[in-house]
């Protein structure tokens, strides 16, 4: 009896010296006392190199003072000395996914993740690893894992959206943004990439979840962007400028802000306001032909037509095979070179944009507007007779048309004549 009380005492007396010994290691913690903490955990190691606290005290100092290399070597010694191994390899491997050594960290919580019910931290440094190795299956299977584990984690459900939308399954990515809003509704972060991928799929969509952030922060700029891209997906460019034009008052001077506000202002002929925007988005990036374009047509608007056919020629270099778009351009070079009388040139890049685009009947007009000016009356007649032919009354004509058709009608009978009269 008397020696099972004095074990007892010893023992007490043993917690007491641990407890007494955490505490100071804790006080120091606090006081944020790092070379201080680290000789007295290094002094409580020496005197039982099996005291866990002691190495965790004492890689945590060491880690504070950004000796990382010797916050490893202490975890690594407490793993082959301390009996608590799974404390010590998720503290491990803690510190090599802080430290980006993946490749070990990995090493370590795929361990832990063989165990039966392995902590949230764990779960979250592995998906995190497996996403920044683009493993977007493994990341998924992983998350589905952790959420059936527990469901309470938000975490689990916004990676599962962000997951699916990168391998292009928007269904899914939706379902599982919408479950992580019905966690937490004023997660504005989740709100975007929820609207962001509407986009995709259903504008209109995307548009209701920028009106019920905006009702609550008017001023939020990046759902005032959401819903600028939305208006222009569904066709809306007015709304769409209306947008933009709210976040420039607002400060917002991203790249994507100023080119689409100023190719917009240049589709509405606001030449002026294009022009300081379009400028702005063409120093940030010069390669971007539809900034290269539209300033070319600011330029021109406004009356700097040498500008313009400088910036015209460089959005031709930089334009695939879009033949839509470079019928356009040529055709404005055309207009620009036939306001200056240079006749020869503004008729060489007619003739390029109606081969381009041999459905748009207005460019024989103007094909047949140069060979006029420079006296080939045969080309001029030729020209100004398909003109004629391809204008049909039956289909109602607009006061362009009628116009031109009645221009041409009168240029064909005084060709005509002047032919017959030098033959």
């Not at 022009?275 to 290269?292: A, E, F, P």
């Not at 040139?345 to 000016?373: G, M, R, S, T, V």
């Not at 004509?397 to 005084?414: C, N, P, Q, T, W």
């Amino acid at each position: 009896m008397k020696k099972t009380l004095n074990l007892l005492i010893i023992l007490s007396c043993l917690q007491f010296s641990l407890f007494a010994q955490t505490t100071e290691l804790l006080e120091l913690w606090q006081k944020k006392d790092w070379k201080t903490l680290v000789t007295a955990s290094s002094q409580q190691i020496q005197a039982n190199k099996s005291n866990y606290q002691a190495y965790y005290w004492k890689q945590y100092a060491l880690v504070e003072q950004g000796q990382n290399v010797d916050a490893l070597e202490v975890l690594k010694a407490a793993f082959k000395s301390c009996e608590n191994k799974l404390e010590i390899r998720s503290e491990l491997a803690n510190l090599y996914f802080l430290q980006g050594m993946y490749h070990q960290a990995k090493s370590e919580l795929d361990t832990l993740l063989k165990e039966q019910r392995p902590d949230f931290r764990t779960f979250e440094q592995r998906v995190l690893i497996h996403e920044f190795s683009k493993e977007r299956l493994a990341a998924i299977n992983l998350l589905h894992r952790g959420k059936n584990n527990d469901a309470s984690q938000i975490f689990y459900w916004i990676h599962l959206g962000d997951n699916y939308n990168h391998l292009g399954e928007y269904d899914d990515a939706i379902k599982f943004y919408e479950m992580a809003m019905d966690m937490n509704p004023l997660d504005y972060e989740t709100n975007s990439k929820l609207a962001r991928v509407y986009l995709k799929v259903d504008p209109e969509s995307a548009l209701d979840i920028c009106d019920l952030v905006l009702e609550k922060d008017s001023t939020n700029i990046r759902f005032i962007q959401i819903a600028a891209s939305a208006f222009i997906k569904l066709d809306k460019e007015i709304e769409a400028l209306n947008q933009y034009s709210k976040a420039l008052s607002l400060g917002d001077s991203t790249l994507n802000t100023m080119r689409n506000a100023g190719i917009l202002f240049q589709k509405f002929q606001k030449s002026d306001k294009a022009l300081k925007l379009l400028n702005k988005s063409y120093q940030i990036d010069s390669t971007d032909v539809k900034v290269v374009f539209y300033l070319a047509m600011a330029e021109t608007h406004l009356f700097k037509p040498e500008k313009g056919l400088e910036l015209f020629d460089e959005s031709l270099k930089l334009m695939q095979a879009d033949s839509s778009i470079l019928s356009i351009i040529h055709k404005e070079k055309g207009v620009i070179y036939a306001d200056k009388k240079q006749h020869q040139k503004a008729l060489d890049n007619y003739l390029i944009a109606h081969k381009l685009n041999p459905k748009k009947k207005f460019y024989l007009f103007l094909i047949a507007e140069q060979y006029d000016a420079l006296n080939r009356k045969k080309e001029a007649l030729e020209y100004y007779q398909q003109v004629f032919d391809n204008i049909d009354e039956k289909k109602g004509l607009d006061l362009l048309s009628a116009s031109i058709r009645d221009f041409s009608k009168s240029r064909i009978e005084r060709l005509k004549e002047d032919l017959f009269m030098e033959q």
